[in-house]
């Protein structure tokens, strides 16, 4: 039975873990993963996408074969609190193809960043060249990634 608009119960976890696991898999093979019938499991999952809780399927890139061979988790924190140097800064980063990620976060800077680049200096072009010349930013802080024992990203 379909639950409520907004109510998810242990069936619709287990279809999005094992959707999250691979977004592939047929119908088929995902109903019997977590004791539905075909018929059942499309349904739920249609629902779950038409609700926003499924918002799309992608595909799980390599990096390496990417050609990116260094990831950095960077802090930014900029010298005006305001709308406009937000919003300028944050047009900035949709630009770059470096960044791959870009939150608005609380604490002592505005935001955190992941980028990935192809090496060090592909990234100390990045840091110089876009994020040195941003006229709001006023402090850049850089963590090199040098492993990911776990990483559930899709």
């Known amino acids: 039975m ?18 999250s696991r691979d977004g592939r898999m047929s119908n088929t093979v995902l109903a019997d993963r977590v004791g539905l ?7 739920r999952v249609q629902d779950l996408q038409r609700r926003g809780v499924i918002r799309g399927f992608r ?3 390599d990096p390496a074969a990417m050609g990116v061979g260094l990831l ?9 609190h305001t709308k406009p140097a937000q919003e300028a800064f944050e047009r900035a980063m949709a630009r770059a193809p470096e960044v791959r ?5 609380t604490g002592a800077v505005e ?3 992941r980028v990935e680049v192809t090496d060090m ?8 060249d876009v994020l040195g010349t941003l006229p709001h930013v006023n402090a850049i802080t850089s963590y090199v990634v040098i492993g990911s024992p776990k990483d559930d990203r899709a």
């Open 37 to 43: 019938s075909p018929s059942a499991c499309l349904r």
């Open 2 to 19: 379909l639950q409520q608009s907004g109510e998810m119960d242990a069936i619709d976890s287990n279809i999005l873990r094992e959707l």
């Open 111 to 113: 935001y955190l960043l």
């Open 59 to 61: 595909a799980v890139l």
């Open 101 to 105: 990620e870009c939150h608005n976060i």
């Open 72 to 80: 950095a988790y960077v802090t930014v924190g900029l010298s005006a």
């Open 121 to 128: 200096a592909h990234y100390k072009r990045f840091h110089t």
